[in-house]
């Protein structure tokens, strides 16, 4: 099967372009203005357009300076994601390599458990929360961001690290516990480290998860904690939409995820296909 | 004696066959301890942060709560639930959730399954095309929504620019009822056909080239190959992957919000759009939970009647 095809480049060249136009006309977008957005489409930056730096000019640091929300984003999304992952971690290892039993449930009974709560419609809690949330003042707030994305993140964590973990060898680990090491240490100097692969892609899909929520951000936030989706969101205005902006805005939030596109490609499959059985 | 030690002579006191899979040599009581000292602490976060949040909802189902009333639980009711089934608006926002589903997933299985094959065998540029087919799934559902919106306007967009060229005219893309659930069909394709090819790439990556040689040597063609012999091996993966699609369709949100704010009149108003209007913008949320929970039972129940049709399909496969 080592024979190469030609006409796989077809279909394959096809796919490309229906992936890749839309992504180039935001590219393209983002250099636009008012005059070169309305009256008919514009193909070309240079040639049926003048490209200019508006958009940019106005989101780092003008009137709708994203640098706020980007802050927010980075903050609530990268605590939560790592806190989900440490007690992810934790909670896969301890479900991969214990006979944990109660009531009924056994350990790949609890596993479901937890894997489960990723079947739930986000919008079911959403609305708990904004209540629960007013009444103990943490609608708008970092921390109240944080803690929700902890939930929404748990999850995905425990469900790839446990396919991770499976994959490590539990001689290396029965070893280091007849050399008189501790569970803890175990877990931490010697099984974890060994996932430390698996744990980046994790991380990356777990954030991504949370980077881009609308849902929870839209509903308990209002502005001093925004995040970036709330900011794209917001340039849809009474007085028009402000194109540029949004693609401006989302370019910024891009760049991270296809960074971690290129490193998930492989790792991501490892932990979505790992973790399910058993 | 130290505790180490005594830890090391249990353990090698105990015989390796009656131990799980994946257990360590170790008293039992300090097994079973220490194992929920790690699961513990996640499955707590989770009763709070899920399971909570789940319960009050429907205690707000069954209560009136709105900003009205100043987000007080009043007395016990089933108003809401006798409400849901007789709204009209309701059942058609399910009726959209279930045709976009149904159109979207196998589209994005067929696609992602053809793309998958094409890029199975080593070919030059395949990393190329495997990390660009992925990007779109990372893309935040606020981005994708008003990318659509901008490639779909009739004026400025580029696709009935096209069309206007070719003397085609402008269907008008987010205008009609039924166009405009095709094109939120459209937009959802291109967001998450990735995530199958992702899967199922990786299912026919694992199947070896022996078993693909043997079956042409003994005289299958390609279609025949696939079903028999590709299908069967990359059907639990299959089956993991639709499901994932087929719960994550149904709490379709934020893409269609920005691109068509549920429009036009209500032809695209998914479920959660719906609980989030009555729940967010009429504040009457005792019933945006309400409609939230039927759509859980929903989601529930169509994913238990799926495991069940996938595990008798696969068992006939395998046979």
Redesign the interface.
């Known amino acids: 099967m080592r024979t190469t095809r030609r006409w796989r480049y077809i279909p394959l060249g096809l796919w490309a372009i229906f992936v890749l136009f839309p992504l180039y006309w935001v590219v393209i977008t983002a250099f636009k203005d008012n005059s070169s957005i309305y009256g008919g489409a514009r193909w070309l930056p240079f040639v049926d357009y003048h490209p200019n730096l508006g958009a940019w000019r106005s989101i780092l640091g003008g009137d709708n300076s994203v640098l706020a929300p980007l802050a927010h984003s980075l903050i609530a999304v990268g605590a939560s994601t790592f806190i989900a992952l440490v007690l992810g971690s934790m909670a896969a290892y301890g479900l991969v390599r214990f006979p944990l039993k109660v009531a009924w449930m056994r350990s790949h009974d609890i596993s479901f458990f937890i894997i489960s709560q990723r079947m739930m419609p986000p919008v079911v809690i959403v609305m708990a929360f904004f209540i629960l949330y007013r009444h103990l003042q943490l609608l708008d707030s970092l921390l109240g961001m944080t803690i929700v994305y902890t939930g929404f993140a748990l999850p995905i964590v425990v469900w790839f690290m446990q396919g991770y973990f499976r994959q490590v060898p539990i001689e290396l680990e029965e070893a280091a516990l007849i050399d008189g090491a501790g569970r803890p240490s175990v877990f931490w100097r010697i099984a974890l480290p060994l996932t430390a692969p698996g744990m980046v892609a994790t991380f990356l899909l777990a954030f991504s998860f949370s980077w881009n929520d609308f849902l929870f951000a839209v509903m308990l936030t209002q502005t001093k904690a925004s995040t970036l989706p709330i900011t794209i969101a917001q340039q849809q205005g009474e007085l028009g939409t402000a194109w540029w902006n949004i693609c401006a805005i989302s370019l910024i939030s891009i760049v991270p995820m296809v960074i971690a596109a290129i490193f998930l490609q492989k790792r991501l499959v490892t932990g979505l296909l790992g973790g399910s059985g058993r | 004696m130290?505790a180490?030690?005594a830890?090391?002579q249990s353990?090698e006191s105990g015989t390796r066959s009656d131990l799980?899979r994946?257990?360590?040599?170790?008293p039992r009581l300090g097994?079973?301890a220490?194992?929920?000292?790690?699961?513990l602490?996640?499955?707590l976060?989770?009763l709070?942060?899920?399971t909570?949040?789940?319960i009050?909802?429907l205690a707000?189902s069954f209560s009136q709560?709105s900003t009205d009333t100043g987000?007080s639980f009043g007395h016990a009711t089933l108003g809401n639930w006798r409400i849901l089934l007789h709204d009209d608006n309701f059942w058609t926002s399910l009726q959209f959730t279930a045709i976009f589903t149904v159109i979207a997933v196998p589209a994005e299985y067929v696609?992602g399954f053809?793309?998958a094959l094409?890029?199975r065998?080593?070919?030059?540029?395949g990393g190329f095309?495997?990390?660009?087919?992925?990007?779109?799934m990372?893309?935040?559902?606020?981005?994708i929504g008003?990318?659509?919106r901008?490639?779909y306007d009739p004026?400025?967009?580029?696709i009935?620019?096209v069309l206007r060229g070719l003397h085609l005219g402008s269907p008008g893309w987010l205008s009609g009822s039924h166009l405009a659930v095709v094109s939120v069909v459209l937009m959802d394709v291109?967001e998450w056909t990735p995530l199958l090819f992702?899967?199922l790439?990786?299912?026919l990556q694992g199947i070896p080239?022996e078993v693909?040689?043997a079956a042409r040597i003994d005289g299958a063609n390609g279609l025949q190959t696939i079903m028999r012999i590709v299908f069967p091996i990359v059907g639990?993966?299959s089956v993991?992957a639709i499901f994932l699609r087929m719960?994550d369709c149904?709490?379709v949100?934020?893409q269609i919000?920005?691109l068509t704010g549920g429009g036009p009149g209500t032809a695209t108003t998914s479920t959660?759009l719906f609980?989030?209007f009555q729940?967010?913008q009429t504040f009457n949320?005792s019933y945006?939970?309400t409609i939230?929970?039927a759509?859980?039972v929903l989601?529930?129940a169509v994913?238990t009647l799926f495991l069940l049709i996938a595990r008798l399909v696969m068992r006939r496969v395998q046979i």
């Open positions: 130290t180490a030690a830890e090391r353990g799980p994946g257990g360590l040599p170790l097994r079973i220490s194992g929920w000292a790690f699961v602490p996640a499955v976060v989770l709070l942060l899920n909570f949040p789940l009050y909802s707000l709560v987000l696609i053809g793309l094409l890029l065998d080593h070919i030059a540029g095309f495997r990390v660009l087919f992925v990007i779109p990372m893309l935040a559902p606020v981005t008003f990318m659509w901008m490639l004026s400025n967009g580029p009935d620019a291109w992702l899967l790439l990786a299912g080239d693909l040689d639990p993966v993991m719960i149904f709490g949100f934020g919000f920005l959660t609980a989030f729940g967010f949320l945006g939970a939230s929970l759509l859980l989601v529930i994913a």
